[in-house]
């Protein structure tokens, strides 16, 4: 069967009735004491993306408490020191919270109000997801639980401060790996037990089906705001343009290309770089690199790591936001339609591209983003000087000081 | 031909007293471990359930959990869970099995094949915990003409309307998780109010056997025998764990705990 992408829908709507993408990505794996609950958030999510009070209250928030747009600067120094392609960056790290995970934290935290929940609970890895969750769980008057597991807690520390800061309860995961894979599985099940009273936050593009959509309903800001500033910037949508973006669960990445999607590929290139890993190991969160078979995971079919029983495999990446072993069923669908293409970087690539960007330019993006960026210094000297790449920034290294300071001796933003 | 899992409710019934189902982690603490436990509580259970872990459980509690992961490390296979139902139904008068899990490890097995061993070694239900109705609907059929049991789960969150669906559609045997949680927690509703709803489910098809799980242990069990059977797991899982600390012998120990179980509700 070849899968095709239908033109003038949104992506998180092209499922089908059993919320599959392609018939073969996504869906609801859950308990059956969840079934509920995702069906009254599937009814309210419907009705509240049709209301229009709900629509301007999330672009209240969008623009007054996030200050869209978040910019788009050249990065001269960098294009020239290249050669080729004209190098961009969309500062996304510009929001409060100093990441994309801003849009799905309001657009979470509004739906909670309405369906009169008093608490939300959400995952986190490298902490941008939980730290911010924490901080519009506070804005908005609701009471908020961060599952981390605790290889991150101890990796990631100035975000777990700032969640205490905020007033959240950050639960330590102690089980399996102790990264984000784990994390999102306690957040679960800690759902399956209070799904009555509270609101769960899955953190990123994963999980069952409405989280998905949510999530990516709220990341698509960033390509709204981009396809406004590209045109302004070269008065139209210019011949040769490459989206570049890390996907880990690959939140940031739907939101960054969800507009441009019925643009043909020859034209406007999506490409996801997921997470290499250390240069020896073979623990890479890369299960779309790596051709991973199809699993399921946290309630959804997806291209995942495992081995051959069907057990969720372990992985090792410098970004906490990327050590997670499966991916967004959106971003299978896309490879499959190959509308977008994928590749990996090392955490050695993602260091180095750290190092000469932020040297060269403004900009300080975290190691997650540097793994865009590594691929945009490896493919930018190959490329005319009138094609265009914009690279995500979709973080802020300052979570990272303590590893960038430890592997590459010092810590410059 | 009436089923292993339908006659064992139907014994349990003419003497009276509920089923006592108990719940198990295949290869915990090992292969040949397991066996051992499962052989020493078999003459005080009707039926047994052996979990195959899944190393991102999004149902189980902290008890089960332990169990699962102590089984992965020690290199459980999913081919491993029929040699241990083979050799047990060796022994006299082995219990019907139930074998549970997540849907992951059923999926790269594959359907059929996994199906065909359970027939092979003579498994008699199946329960998948993160394939709800309708998603299940057609490995169920698969299961029904293999005359292996899907066993449906119902929740207190499960609609009416749902319920009736899932009840029409499912074998001989009903799940019903007793409260909002993951398996073995503290029983957080009063066993007079999950009677409550077990009946109002029950009502719906007096026919077949439902049994309550989640919660139960040697505390609460006796206030809920009036149900079909009951089942518990992460007090048998508690148990191994338990002995394992202390270095006992968790196969005499549980065999006594199980023991104890069972004289609670006769």
Known sequence: MSLKIKKGIPLIDQHDKNGMWGGKFGGNFVPETLKKPIEDLEKLFSKLRKDKSFVKERDYYFENYVGAPTPLIPLNQLTDYLGGAQIWAKVVSENPGTAHKIYNAIVHCLIAKRAGKKFVCGDTGAGMAGKTLAMVAKKFGLKCKIFMGVKDIKRQKPNVDAMKKFGAEVVPVTSGSQTLIDAVSECMRYWVANCLESHLVVGSTVGPNIFVKICGYSTSQISRELIVQIKDEFGKIPRRLKLLNVCGGGSSSYGFWSSFMDYDKKQVEFVGIEAGGPKKSKLHAAPLTNNSKIGILHGAAQYVIQDKDGQIGLTDSISAGLDYSGISPLHCFLKDTKRARYTSATDEEALSAFKLVSSMENISPSLEPAHAFAEAIKIAPKLSKDTIIVVNSCGDSLKDRDIIKQRLGSYVR | ?266
């Not at chain 2, 119902?154 to 001989?172: F, G, L, M, Q, Y």
């Open chain 2, 1 to 266: 031909m009436k089923s292993k899992i339908q006659l064992a409710f139907e014994k349990c019934k003419k003497e009276k007293r509920p089923a006592l189902i108990s719940y198990t982690v295949a290869s915990d603490p090992n292969q040949k471990k397991s066996l051992r436990i499962l052989s020493s509580i078999s003459p005080h259970v009707d039926l047994a359930e052996i979990g195959f872990p899944f190393s991102t459980p999004i149902g189980d509690g902290p008890d089960i959990q332990t169990s699962s992961f102590r089984a992965i490390k020690n290199g459980f296979k999913l081919r491993d869970i029929f040699k241990i139902i083979k050799e047990y139904n060796k022994i006299n008068n082995p219990k019907p099995i139930i074998l549970m899990g997540y849907y992951n490890m059923i999926y790269q097995y594959g359907e059929n094949n996994f199906l065909k061993d359970c027939k092979k070694v003579g498994v008699s239900g199946i329960i998948c915990v993160d394939l709800p109705w309708p998603e299940n609907r057609i490995f169920a059929k698969k299961c029904k003409k293999k005359s292996i049991n899907f066993i449906q789960l119902v929740a207190p969150t499960t609609t009416k309307n749902r319920i009736k669906k899932i009840i029409r559609e499912s074998h001989d045997m009903v799940y019903y998780i007793s409260m909002l949680s993951t398996t073995g927690g503290k029983l957080k509703v009063s066993p007079k109010k999950i009677l409550e709803n077990y009946n109002k489910i029950k009502k719906i098809n007096p026919k077949k056997n439902y049994v309550i799980g989640f919660g139960i242990t040697d505390k609460t069990i006796k206030s809920l025998k009036s149900a079909d059977g009951l089942v518990v797991g992460s007090l048998l899982c508690k148990t191994i764990t338990n002995s394992l600390k202390m270095r006992q012998n968790p196969v005499t120990k549980i065999g006594k705990v199980v023991y104890y179980l069972k004289k609670r509700i006769i």
